[in-house]
C-alpha cells in the first residue's frame, strides 16, 4: 500500500537483491509498491491462493484467522516503541509468527516490521486527558481502535483515510491520530491540526508473509534463505524507520507543528476495558507481554 521509497518497501526490495545474489539469479523480488495490486484485504487473498508471493501486511486481515496477533491491536499493550521491538524481537514474537504459520490463512510468517506509534494531532492541543473530551478524532474503522478513543475520552469517528484532510480543514473532524512520517505525508499538518501530542496508544507491527502455494515449492535451503532475509529485514527496516520518523519529526516542527510530551498514564488507566473486552481470550499473552523489560 506504501509507494516506493517508503522504509517498509525498500528493506523488501533489499531483500530482493540479496536472495538474487545468493541465488545466481535464480530468485528474486519483483516489487510493486503504492497498492498497484489491490487493497489490503485483496492483497492477502491474492498471497493465500499464490498470485502474490510475499506480502507486507497490516495484522487487521490476518487476526481474523490469527486471533493471536489481534494483541498487538490493543491500546498501550507496549508502553512505548523499543518495548514493542523487544517483543517482537523474543520469544513472543517467534512463537506469532510460528501461529500464523501453522494456521489454516496459508501464510508463511518470516519477520516482523515498525508500523509505528500512533499519536493524536488535533487542532486544540491535547496536554492532558482533560483536553480530549468531546474532541471528534478520525480512527481506522475498528471497533478496537473506536472504543480505545472513546474511553480515552475523546469521540472515535470511523473514516476513509482519503475524507479525513477536509474533514479537518471544514470542521468535520477536529483531528486524527497516526505515526509522524504519514502526518507529514498526507498533509494533515496543514489543516489546522498543529498539535502532535505523543500518546503512542496504538503501537502496531506489521507482518512479513510468503504465500504458502509458494514456499510449498521452494528448496529447503531457499526456505531456509527467505527465513534468515526475513529476520535481517525486521532489523534494517527499523533503522530506515527511524530515519523516516526524525526526517519527518524535523519537517513538522520547522513547519510550525508543536510537539506535545504527554503523560500516558491517564490514558493507560481508561483504556483498561478495551484491553479486557477485546483481551479476553488472550489474557496470559498480554501479561507476558508487559514482562518484557
Same mark, same amino acid.
Given at each position: 500500500m506504501?509507494? !516506493?521509497?517508503?522504509?517498509? %518497501? %525498500?528493506?523488501?526490495?533489499?531483500? &530482493? @537483491?540479496k536472495l538474487e545474489k545468493a541465488t545466481d539469479g535464480r530468485l528474486r523480488i519483483q516489487m510493486f509498491p503504492g497498492g498497484v495490486l489491490g487493497g489490503e484485504k485483496e492483497m492477502i487473498e491474492q498471497t493465500q491462493v499464490g498470485a502474490i508471493n510475499i506480502l507486507r501486511t497490516s495484522l487487521g486481515s490476518v487476526g481474523t484467522v490469527v486471533p493471536e496477533v489481534n494483541v498487538f491491536n490493543l491500546p498501550f499493550v507496549f508502553r512505548n516503541p523499543d518495548h514493542m521491538r523487544k517483543v517482537i524481537d523474543g520469544p513472543i514474537g517467534d512463537e506469532l509468527l510460528g501461529k500464523v504459520t501453522a494456521s489454516s490463512a496459508r501464510l508463511v510468517a518470516i519477520g516482523w516490521m515498525d508500523g509505528g506509534a500512533r499519536s493524536l494531532y488535533t487542532k486544540k492541543p491535547v496536554r492532558n486527558a482533560a483536553d480530549l473530551k468531546g474532541q471528534k478524532i478520525r480512527m481506522i474503522g475498528n471497533p478496537v481502535f473506536i472504543d480505545t478513543?472513546? #474511553?480515552? &475520552?475523546?469521540? &472515535?469517528?470511523?473514516?476513509?483515510? &482519503?475524507?479525513?484532510? /477536509? #474533514?479537518i480543514q471544514t470542521g468535520v473532524l477536529d483531528g486524527a491520530e497516526n505515526n509522524s512520517p504519514s502526518?507529514?505525508? +498526507?498533509?494533515?499538518?496543514? /489543516?489546522? !491540526? @498543529?498539535?502532535?501530542?505523543?500518546?503512542?496508544?496504538?503501537?502496531?507491527?506489521?507482518?512479513?508473509?510468503? +504465500? @504458502? #502455494? /509458494?514456499?510449498? @515449492?521452494?528448496?529447503?535451503?531457499?526456505? #531456509?534463505?527467505l527465513r534468515t532475509y526475513g529476520k535481517e529485514a525486521q532489523a534494517e527496516q527499523r533503522v530506515l524507520w527511524d530515519q523516516s520518523v526524525a526526517d519527518a519529526n524535523a519537517k513538522l516542527k520547522a513547519a510550525g507543528v508543536e510537539f506535545i510530551d504527554i503523560d500516558n498514564k491517564p490514558f493507560y488507566d481508561a483504556t483498561a476495558p478495551v484491553r479486557a473486552k477485546y483481551g479476553a481470550n488472550v489474557a496470559d499473552l498480554i501479561q507476558r507481554i508487559a514482562a518484557v523489560r
Open positions: 506504501h509507494p !516506493a521509497g517508503y522504509p517498509n %518497501v %525498500v528493506t523488501v526490495e533489499n531483500m &530482493g @537483491k478513543m472513546n #474511553a480515552m &475520552g475523546g469521540n &472515535g469517528i470511523a473514516m476513509g483515510y &482519503g475524507e479525513v484532510f /477536509t #474533514a502526518y507529514l505525508t +498526507s498533509n494533515h499538518y496543514t /489543516t489546522g !491540526a @498543529k498539535y502532535y501530542s505523543q500518546t503512542n496508544h496504538l503501537i502496531i507491527p506489521e507482518l512479513l508473509v510468503v +504465500s @504458502k #502455494a /509458494t514456499w510449498d @515449492k521452494l528448496k529447503p535451503e531457499d526456505q #531456509a534463505l
